[in-house]
Each structure stands twice: as structure tokens, then as C-alpha cells.
């Protein structure tokens, strides 16, 4: 059984200055762990009790919390999770450390654009970036993960959101100083200034002086005890799905299923998302949170150039994707702290194939287009 902690931010500012000397990218690792044998039958997120669910010979196996898939011990989760905000403009490509996230949020930037969270825990890639500001939903997006949070801090309208919410967030700025002249923070050479930050998310979670657990249970709710994911009964083909984003669907983003892998296949309204290692972004699981966008003066302010995407005390509709096939249901979220709950249609509660999973977040009537 677990025991709910307090969920809360803690989110750190931009090192200005720059580390010399430039240690090299590693290649696009997944980070996903090696596969478990038919006796390993029995499951355990890392900060809880293992569980027997069949066999005599059952041995225990630990899986991790934000992709439900086996590690090789316990003491390999023990640390916080690092989100880190990266910009996912066409100036900003190529990015580096994304196929090493176990849980990538798609997020408006604008009512055009996408910029990623994306969430490290089993894996800590090198360098991750080019690294940008926070924004409104990251809020009750990350808040039950406890995170260390990666970002170049934000505009003032996003800090109206912010300080509204303080009562979940009080430690948003707790270590905004610390981070100054340290390696958490790189400024890349031969990157235009804007897009020239990237942070080693390792580095970082060490400097933690409060966020250093590991998430407290599952983000999202997997498939345990060798029980298949909700796809595997659904007759619904999904060999591509197209994510609209901004007015018209001028900018869509889209992942196409691949046999030989398995795992999806992710695309840039400008054609394949290729990394600068020259991997394409890949992901086991799509899951499409449709949500409604507004414009909120009490948060936000006038001018403000993004919506808030409104997920407290929210619901929606959502599709899930994995292996060629689809479900589809209803999504609810309470409080800030509390984590989504997915209904499918007919009544059952969703259960996602373990691995890692992209969350896109369009509108509330998004035109999600599934080809099957």
C-alpha cells in the first residue's frame, strides 16, 4: 500500500552562465529495461511492498512508478524524477535527451505551437533541451510527481497562475539560486541564444536539497501481473494517429505505428521528429488528453499569449494508442496534487501497456484523426 505524500514543485531558474568544455551527447537510449522472464510474476512500483500474483516460483520483480516496466532493483528508483520544460519550435530542432523520457507532455505554446515537459526517472540522458519556460498546466501536471523541475523560469502572466496556486507550489523557487555556475545547466555553442540552454537532468536532481523521493505510486495506470493493456481487446486500428493543434490545424503533430518495433513513430508538423543524435522520437504508448483551453484574466492577465489548459477539477475525453490499436474513454482530474482517472466506454478502467507514453493535450473538441 502506498501513503499519498503532499505533492509539491520544486522548480529551478536558468543558469546564466555557461560550463566549459562540452562533455558528448550519448546516443538516443530509450532507457527501457530489460525484459523479465515468464517466472518473474510478481510486481512492485519502487516505494511500495511486492505483491504475489501467481506461482509457486514467483520471484519479485520492482517496476517503475511512470512506466510500470521492470528495473533490476529497488535501489535504481530511489531518487526524485527531473521534468524538464524543452521548446518543440522548427528553430529549436534538433533537441536531445527525448527517447530517454519515460513520460513526454505535449503542451500549447501560443495557440500554434507545442512545447514538451518531459519527465526523467529510470533514465538520465546526458543533456536534455533546448530548455524553456514553464507554463500553467505544468502545475497540476507535475505536482503528483514531486519532481525537480528544469525550466527558464517564466513570464509574468504564467507567475499570476502560479502564485495563485501557492499553496501547492510553495517551493516553486527553492533552489533558483543554487544552480548558478554548477554543470546543471549548459549553454550550447552554435545555437541561436534563445534556443542555447540544455540542462544534464542527473546533475540537477543532485543539487535537490527538499525534492529527492521517488515518485510515491503510478502516474498512470499500467498493466500488472502479466494482465494485457486495454488494447489488446479493442478491434479499433490505430497505425496513425494526428494530434490538431493551433486555428485550422496548422500544426499537427502525428505518430505512425511501426511493425518491426513495435512503438510509435513521432512526427513534426515539418515531417519525422529526429533528434540530434539522429534517432527518431519513438514511444510505446499515445495517449491523447483532450482538454479545455481558456483564457483566464484572473490567472493570466491581459496580452497573455497562451491558454490555460483547465485539467483541475477537469474531465474530458481521451484516446489511447498502443501497438496499432485504440481505445477510447473518459478522463477526470480533482485537485492539483490528485492524478488523472481514465473510464473507458464501456465502463472498465484503463489499464496502459507498460513502456513509455507521450501525453498530448488538444482541445476539448480537437478533431484527433485515427487511421486504422
Same mark, same amino acid.
Given at each position: ?50 505483491? %504475489? ?14 512506466? $510500470? ?11 526524485? !524524477? ?21 513520460? %513526454? ?131 479499433? $486500428? !490505430? ?110 478502467? @484503463? ?9 498530448? @493535450? ?11
Amino acid at each position: 500500500m502506498f501513503s499519498r505524500r503532499s505533492a509539491m514543485l520544486a522548480a529551478v531558474g536558468m543558469a546564466g552562465a555557461a560550463v566549459s568544455g562540452c562533455a558528448a551527447v550519448r546516443p538516443g537510449s530509450d532507457g527501457v529495461p530489460a525484459a523479465v522472464g515468464p517466472a518473474a510474476t510478481v510486481s512492485a512500483v519502487a516505494t511500495g511492498s511486492p505483491s %504475489v500474483t501467481s506461482g509457486p516460483a514467483a520471484t519479485p520483480v520492482v517496476t517503475a512508478p511512470l512506466t $510500470g516496466e521492470p528495473v533490476s532493483s529497488e535501489s535504481a528508483l530511489e531518487h526524485a !524524477a527531473v521534468a524538464v520544460k524543452v521548446s518543440d519550435v522548427r528553430s529549436a530542432h534538433p533537441q536531445l535527451g527525448l527517447n530517454s523520457a519515460d513520460i %513526454v507532455f505535449v503542451e500549447p505554446n501560443g495557440i500554434s505551437y507545442t512545447r514538451l515537459c518531459a519527465v526523467f526517472h529510470t533514465h538520465f540522458p546526458e543533456f536534455v533541451g533546448p530548455v524553456r519556460s514553464i507554463r500553467p498546466v505544468d502545475v497540476p501536471l507535475l505536482s503528483p510527481l514531486r519532481p525537480v523541475f528544469g525550466n527558464t523560469a517564466a513570464a509574468y502572466w504564467v507567475m499570476n497562475y502560479v502564485n495563485a496556486h501557492g499553496a501547492d507550489i510553495e517551493n516553486l523557487w527553492s533552489f533558483k539560486a543554487g544552480v548558478h555556475g554548477t554543470r546543471a545547466y549548459y549553454t550550447m555553442p552554435g545555437r541561436a541564444a534563445v534556443h542555447s540552454v540544455f540542462c544534464r537532468p542527473d546533475e540537477l536532481r543532485k543539487l535537490a536539497r527538499k525534492m529527492k523521493a521517488p515518485p510515491a505510486f503510478p502516474y498512470l495506470p499500467f498493466a500488472t501481473g502479466g494482465e494485457p493493456p486495454s488494447t489488446a481487446a479493442s478491434a479499433r $486500428g !490505430a497505425r496513425r494517429i494526428a494530434v490538431p493543434w493551433g486555428p485550422a490545424d496548422t500544426f499537427d503533430t502525428s505518430y505512425d505505428y511501426d511493425e518491426k518495433t513495435g512503438r510509435y513513430l513521432r512526427n513534426e508538423p515539418w515531417g519525422k521528429h529526429i533528434l540530434a543524435d539522429g534517432e527518431r522520437v519513438v514511444t510505446d504508448n499515445v495517449l491523447v488528453v483532450r482538454a479545455k483551453w481558456k483564457m483566464d484574466k484572473i490567472f493570466v492577465g491581459r496580452g497573455a499569449p497562451d491558454p490555460v489548459v483547465s485539467i483541475v477539477n477537469g474531465h474530458g475525453t481521451f484516446f489511447y494508442a498502443h501497438q496499432g490499436t485504440c481505445v477510447k474513454g473518459t478522463w477526470t482530474k480533482g485537485g492539483t496534487t490528485d492524478l488523472f482517472q481514465f473510464t473507458l466506454d464501456d465502463g472498465s478502467p @484503463l489499464k496502459l501497456a507498460p513502456g513509455r507514453t507521450f501525453v498530448e @493535450l488538444p482541445q476539448l473538441d480537437a478533431k484527433v484523426k485515427i487511421t486504422a
